[in-house]
């Protein structure tokens, strides 16, 4: 492997140093856009609420750049590019695998980043831990993950092309294979980023090590990463920024491993009250994972509305126009999102659940003869704007029942979300 394709997160200096150039020519200019990057962006700018006149040098626009990629100054972002390169050729040169030395398995929530560690040059075990715990039951019972393959099965087994007889394996050899890591490893890492779906599954794995530890247990925990489009997860990122990850891990403490025990524990009552308390009171040793909480508890039913945010942010999509739902996942992942979360699978199943309501929130059409799901164009219906501007409450139109981690949403009343208190209430 000597290519190195492009990536968003392969920043190229030199390119950077012209855009830096072009941003520079545009404020002396008067150029609107260029006024407001430095605005958004510089931190003098946005202190003061204006454009202060010494601004106006390359060095101030290259400032304006590193920030836009991520990096709080110019020389951080020629040092990030410069460990990068170094990983590059380190991994080109075929060095000994990184992981060595020690009996390793990397758990991730998926294999998105399988290829790219072996082409990264690790040479450990990887176990994917995938079941999307952010949805569905998660109950504390003995047949918890029967529960799991039932709703899995339902809601993304077409999608996945997988029964559930399949589902069900695919759970139990995750599930068999994270209770015997500790046994079977000396060193173990966790990767996992910031959002609800890894958060949940990382508090189920540390909920595990807290009862059997191994010798050794890493945490890469990404919240970000410099790169020219937005940060969604590990799987974007090119194998020289997993090694920089590698570099950068970080022990799991008892504290954390107690942290995850608790979230695993909260996620599965029938009262959310504790998780969102433990959101609100934050997990020093995991802060990460008290905002995915937070998040999480917001997909509860609003005080209000009665709609979950993303089902409101669904509809807010659709009250500015009519789109497809890939466009609204797209619209979501990338921009209105605050903790992107969602697969492709589970918009199509959130979307599904709405149009099963009693009456609809908006309508869908097929425009041509591609009708695969994303294509299905939707627009919103005057009781859709009801339901968004707090006139009609959602739960009132008889969504399907839902639930959400060990909560069962089936009408009204119901705990829900309230947002001017950041905490859970039942009305």
């Known amino acids: 492997m000597t290519d190195r394709p492009a990536s968003p997160f392969r920043i190229n200096l030199e390119q950077q140093r012209k855009r830096a150039k072009d941003l520079l020519k545009g404020l002396r200019a008067g150029d609107a856009d260029a006024q407001q990057r430095f605005r958004v962006q510089h931190p003098k700018a946005v202190a003061q609420g204006a454009m202060p006149d010494d601004l106006a040098r390359l060095s101030e626009a290259q400032l304006v750049i590193a920030r836009e990629l991520g990096l709080p100054s110019w020389p951080k972002l ?106 079977r490893y000396e060193r173990i890492i966790l990767w996992f980023e910031h959002d609800s779906y890894d958060q949940l599954i990382l508090a189920r794995c540390l909920a595990q090590f807290a009862e059997a530890a191994p010798a050794r247990l890493d945490l890469v925990s990404a919240a970000g990463y410099p790169g020219a489009m937005r940060f969604i997860g590990l799987g974007q990122l090119p194998p020289e920024a997993l090694r920089l990850l590698w570099d950068a891990r970080a022990p799991v403490s008892e504290d954390a491993l107690q942290a995850g025990r608790a979230v695993w524990d909260a996620l599965r009552a029938p009262d959310p009250r504790p998780l969102a308390g433990l959101a ?12 995915a909480l937070r998040r999480h508890c917001q997909e509860l039913p609003w005080t209000g509305t009665g709609l979950s945010l993303t089902e409101r942010l669904i509809l807010e999509l659709l009250a500015e126009r009519p789109r497809t739902v890939g466009e609204a996942y797209a619209a979501l992942m990338m921009e209105r999102e605050p903790l992107p979360w969602l697969t492709d699978l589970m918009i199509r199943s959130i979307v599904e ?37 707090g006139e009609v409450d959602w739960l009132s139109l008889h969504p399907p029942a839902r639930w959400l981690g060990g909560v069962q949403i089936a009408g009204a009343p119901c705990w829900r979300w309230d947002a001017a208190t950041a905490s859970v209430v039942e009305c």
Not at 79 to 100: C, K, L, P, Y
Not at 133 to 144: F, M, N, R, T, Y
Not at 355 to 365: D, E, L, Q, S
Request: aromatic letters at 6%; one cysteine or more.
């Open 78 to 183: 020629k040092a990030h590019v410069e460990a990068m390169d170094n990983a590059w050729d380190r991994i080109i040169s075929g060095d000994a695998a990184v992981d060595r030395g020690m009996a390793t398995l990397h758990i991730r929530c998926g294999s998105d980043i399988a290829p790219s560690l072996r082409q990264a040059g690790f040479a450990g075990d990887f176990l994917e831990y995938s079941d999307p715990l952010c949805q569905g039951p998660v109950l504390d019972a003995p047949d918890w993950l029967e529960r799991r393959a039932d709703f899995l099965a339902e809601s993304y087994g077409e999608g996945v092309g997988r029964n559930r007889a399949q589902i069900a394996s695919d759970l139990a050899a995750a599930e068999a294979g994270l209770r015997s890591a500790a046994e």
């Open 353 to 389: 659940a709405m149009k099963a309501a009693r009456a609809p929130v908006f309508t869908g059409a097929f425009a041509g003869e591609d009708r695969h799901w994303p294509q299905e164009r939707l627009t919103m219906t005057p009781l859709g704007r009801a339901v968004l501007a």
């Open 280 to 291: 609100a009171a934050g997990i020093p040793a995991l802060p990460q994972l008290g905002a």
